[in-house]
Every structure is written in structure tokens, then in C-alpha cells.
């Protein structure tokens, strides 16, 4: 471990503890970063400067399959605060360090709504916008006021709207263009005032159903969301993984129709462009994917999209199941199916 100017870089880094999916792999380099000023340095500095880097937060969203040459940047960036309150909405802020989950706590104890579909998103605040996160009918973008970013290059925050960030399904410019070029360091929430519950989410309408419960306060949205989320997905803490593996698949409504003609129980929903989006879960299971295995890499039982290590995994495993997943799928629909994590 060496210091620069009270920068801590470690050599050899083992980043097992920092993906969810609990993979081996080694950064020759690892740099945390708990500010603008420490990004800047990494930028200045006479060796890391110039070499290629990888922008690290939870670690909830990759698949390692091999040891990383290049800087691995661990955002660990603190605080959450009010920073202006309109008379529409509250514009809250938190450090991309900070965890997911419990600025979605922080927010609804304050009193500010509007996150808690998104609860239990494993992660932190920074990777969030990077692929536009959602669940049960609403994703970051449809709360998102700002971010503030480093460039590694040229060592200068900039502040992006909306815009600039280009959101789209489990996607944004970070993961494109802006990937491993900037260091997200903060982001700031639009928490509207006249706030309405979102409960479009069949699921949801099913504890809507239950509870007789048909205009849950926002507390109650969140626990309803934890209680779904606990129920069908496992925990990295228990389980490794990496969530929803492949990406839902967006169909025109007559490579639909074909589908249909063919699997007239297909899992889809209509959206609002026209487009319709399959369950790629259910095409998994009907390939009779759930609960097979490649070596240590498994398919969930409780959910096919989900991929699991069942102990001591490595990430050619993961892969080689990925491929087969993919493989067999297409064989039966014509799909492709695009991988949700990002493969290092
Ligand atoms: C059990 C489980 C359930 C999940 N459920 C959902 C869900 O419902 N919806 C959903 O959208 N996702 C879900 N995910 C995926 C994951 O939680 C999100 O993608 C999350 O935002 C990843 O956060 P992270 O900090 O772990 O990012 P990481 O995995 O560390 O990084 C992901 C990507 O973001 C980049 N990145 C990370 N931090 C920054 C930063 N500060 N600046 C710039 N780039 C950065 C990385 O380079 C990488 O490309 C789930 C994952 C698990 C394990």
C-alpha cells in the first residue's frame, strides 16, 4: 500500500469483497476516492494519470471474469442533504459513495417521497444514473434533478441534467461514450411536493388487493416493494449475484405477434411507444433453465433472470451458463438476449 499526498493506493487488491456476485479477481491497482479533490489527484498523479481506468461502486451491477490491469477507482463519496426546497418539490442530494437503500430510507424519514419504488436496489447512489435503475414502474430519471461528475482527463467537475445524461431502458450515456470517463461523485433528486403513489405494477396492485389498501402512503409502498424484492430475490449477502442477468428484451408488436402465434403464453407488456417488452425470465424457465447449473453457477429456483453463485464460483462459469442461456433461447424464440451486468 502506498500514499500520495494522503491518497491510499493499494496493490494487489482483492475485489471478491466488492462485487455481489462474490467473483475472484485481483486489481493490480485500487485508489479509493472519497472526493472531487482525491479524483483530481488520481488525474494528476505522474504514473495513474495517464492509465486506463475502472470506476468502481458497489459492485452490484458486474461480472469479473479476470483480474483487472487497469486503476480501479472505488467511490466511497459521503453526505446526503436538502439542498433547496421549491415550492413544487424538495432537491435532495447524496454522495455517490453512499448506499442506495438507505438514501431511499433517509429520504421517506425526512418526508420526502418518491423513491420508494426503488427500495432495496442494491448498490450505491453514483452507479445509480449509470444504467438508469427501475423497479415496479419507475426509474431514477423520473426523480432525477442533476449530477455532478469528474472528468478523468481533465480533472474538472461538471454538472449534467438530464439531457446530457440521455436515459434510456437500463441505460444513459455513462455506460456509452462517458463510460470509465468520468468519476459520478454526486446526484440530486426532484422529490415532488404533490406527490402520487405509483401502483401501475401488477404486483403491487396484488398487495393493493390483499390489504384492501388502495391509497398506500409512501412508508407503506416501501415496505410493500421490500416485501416483494425479499420474497423473490436473493440476498448478495446469502446468495452471490448480480440481480436480473439478461435485460428484458423490447420486440416490435409483430415480432410479437409471430412470438405469440408460436408461445401463446409469452409473458409481455405493452409500452408506451407501441413496442412490447418480453419477460425474459419466462422464456428462461420455459427453456428449462431454473435451477441448472454450470460448475459453481446456477440459476436461481425462485427466479430464472436471476443468476447465482452456489459457492466458490469463477467467471468463465458464469459466462459459459450465460452463453448456454442464450443459446437455448434464441434456438426456441429468435431472441437475443443482451446481458444486464456489465462483463470486465
Ligand atoms: C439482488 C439484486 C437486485 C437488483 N435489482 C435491480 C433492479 O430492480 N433494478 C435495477 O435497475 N438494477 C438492479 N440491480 C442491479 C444493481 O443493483 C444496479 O445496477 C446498481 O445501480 C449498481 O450499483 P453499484 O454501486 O453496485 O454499481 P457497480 O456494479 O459497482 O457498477 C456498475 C456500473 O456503474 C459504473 N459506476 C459505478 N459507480 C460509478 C460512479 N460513481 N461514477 C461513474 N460510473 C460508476 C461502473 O463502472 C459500472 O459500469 C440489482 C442487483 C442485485 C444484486
Given at each position: 500500500m502506498?500514499?500520495?499526498?494522503?491518497?491510499?493506493?493499494?496493490?494487489?487488491?482483492?475485489?471478491?469483497?466488492?462485487?455481489?456476485?462474490?467473483?475472484?479477481?485481483?486489481?493490480?491497482?485500487l485508489?479509493?476516492?472519497a472526493?472531487?479533490?482525491?479524483?483530481?489527484?488520481?488525474?494528476?498523479?505522474?504514473?495513474?494519470?495517464?492509465a486506463?481506468?475502472?470506476?468502481?461502486?458497489?459492485?452490484?451491477?458486474?461480472?469479473?471474469?479476470?483480474?483487472?490491469?487497469?486503476?480501479?477507482?472505488?467511490?466511497?463519496?459521503?453526505g446526503?442533504?436538502?439542498?433547496?426546497?421549491?415550492?413544487?418539490?424538495?432537491?435532495?442530494?447524496?454522495?455517490?459513495?453512499?448506499?442506495?437503500?438507505?438514501?431511499?430510507?433517509?429520504?421517506?424519514?425526512?418526508?420526502?417521497?418518491?423513491?420508494?419504488?426503488?427500495?432495496?436496489?442494491?448498490?450505491?447512489?453514483?452507479?445509480?444514473?449509470?444504467?438508469?435503475?427501475?423497479?415496479?414502474?419507475?426509474?431514477?430519471?423520473?426523480?432525477?434533478?442533476?449530477?455532478?461528475?469528474?472528468?478523468?482527463?481533465?480533472?474538472?467537475?461538471?454538472?449534467?441534467?438530464?439531457?446530457?445524461?440521455?436515459?434510456?431502458?437500463?441505460?444513459?450515456?455513462?455506460?456509452?461514450?462517458?463510460?470509465?470517463?468520468t468519476?459520478?461523485?454526486?446526484?440530486?433528486?426532484?422529490?415532488?411536493?404533490?406527490?402520487?403513489?405509483?401502483?401501475?405494477?401488477?404486483?403491487?396492485?396484488?398487495?393493493m388487493?390483499?390489504?384492501?389498501?388502495?391509497?398506500?402512503?409512501?412508508?407503506?409502498?416501501?415496505?410493500?416493494?421490500?416485501?416483494?424484492?425479499?420474497?423473490?430475490?436473493p440476498?448478495?449477502?446469502?446468495?452471490?449475484?448480480?440481480?436480473s442477468?439478461?435485460?428484458?428484451?423490447v420486440?416490435?408488436?409483430?415480432?410479437?405477434?409471430?412470438?405469440?402465434?408460436?408461445d401463446?403464453?409469452?409473458?409481455?407488456?405493452?409500452?408506451?411507444?407501441?413496442?412490447?417488452?418480453l419477460?425474459?425470465?419466462?422464456?428462461?424457465?420455459?427453456?428449462?433453465?431454473?435451477?441448472?447449473?454450470?460448475?459453481?453457477a446456477?440459476?436461481?429456483?425462485?427466479q430464472?433472470?436471476?443468476?447465482?453463485?452456489?459457492?466458490?464460483?469463477?467467471?468463465?462459469?458464469?459466462?459459459?451458463?450465460?452463453?448456454?442461456?442464450?443459446?437455448?433461447?434464441?434456438g426456441?424464440?429468435?431472441?437475443?438476449?443482451?446481458?444486464?451486468?456489465?462483463?470486465?
Open positions: 502506498g500514499e500520495n499526498c494522503g491518497m491510499q493506493i493499494e496493490s494487489g487488491a482483492s475485489l471478491k469483497p466488492y462485487n455481489s456476485f462474490g467473483l475472484p479477481a485481483v486489481a493490480r491497482t485508489v479509493r476516492v472526493s472531487d479533490s482525491d479524483v483530481r489527484r488520481v488525474v494528476d498523479h505522474p504514473e495513474l494519470g495517464t486506463p481506468k475502472f470506476v468502481l461502486g458497489g459492485g452490484s451491477n458486474i461480472i469479473l471474469t479476470r483480474d483487472m490491469p487497469q486503476v480501479v477507482l472505488k467511490v466511497e463519496v459521503r446526503m442533504r436538502l439542498v433547496q426546497e421549491r415550492d413544487d418539490a424538495w432537491i435532495v442530494e447524496a454522495g455517490a459513495g453512499e448506499n442506495w437503500h438507505e438514501f431511499v430510507a433517509f429520504t421517506l424519514a425526512r418526508g420526502w417521497p418518491g423513491l420508494e419504488n426503488l427500495a432495496l436496489i442494491p448498490g450505491t447512489v453514483g452507479a445509480a444514473p449509470v444504467q438508469n435503475i427501475g423497479a415496479y414502474g419507475l426509474e431514477l430519471k423520473d426523480r432525477f434533478e442533476s449530477l455532478d461528475a469528474v472528468d478523468l482527463v481533465t480533472g474538472r467537475t461538471v454538472t449534467l441534467h438530464a439531457d446530457i445524461c440521455a436515459f434510456g431502458y437500463r441505460d444513459s450515456v455513462f455506460k456509452h461514450s462517458l463510460s470509465n470517463r468519476v459520478i461523485t454526486r446526484v440530486r433528486f426532484r422529490l415532488p411536493k404533490a406527490w402520487q403513489p405509483v401502483l401501475g405494477y401488477l404486483e403491487l396492485e396484488r398487495k388487493a390483499e390489504t384492501g389498501n388502495h391509497a398506500p402512503s409512501a412508508q407503506q409502498v416501501f415496505d410493500w416493494v421490500c416485501a416483494i424484492r425479499r420474497a423473490k430475490l440476498d448478495p449477502l446469502v446468495i452471490g449475484n448480480a440481480g442477468f439478461f435485460k428484458n428484451p420486440v416490435t408488436i409483430e415480432q410479437c405477434r409471430d412470438i405469440i402465434g408460436r401463446p403464453e409469452i409473458v409481455h407488456y405493452p409500452m408506451p411507444d407501441g413496442s412490447i417488452k419477460a425474459a425470465g419466462w422464456m428462461i424457465d420455459a427453456c428449462g433453465w431454473k435451477g441448472k447449473s454450470v460448475g459453481q446456477g440459476v436461481y429456483e425462485k430464472a433472470l436471476v443468476l447465482v453463485n452456489r459457492g466458490g464460483a469463477i467467471g468463465s462459469e458464469v459466462m459459459l451458463l450465460a452463453q448456454a442461456i442464450q443459446e437455448s433461447v434464441y426456441r424464440f429468435g431472441i437475443r438476449l443482451e446481458t444486464e451486468p456489465l462483463v470486465v
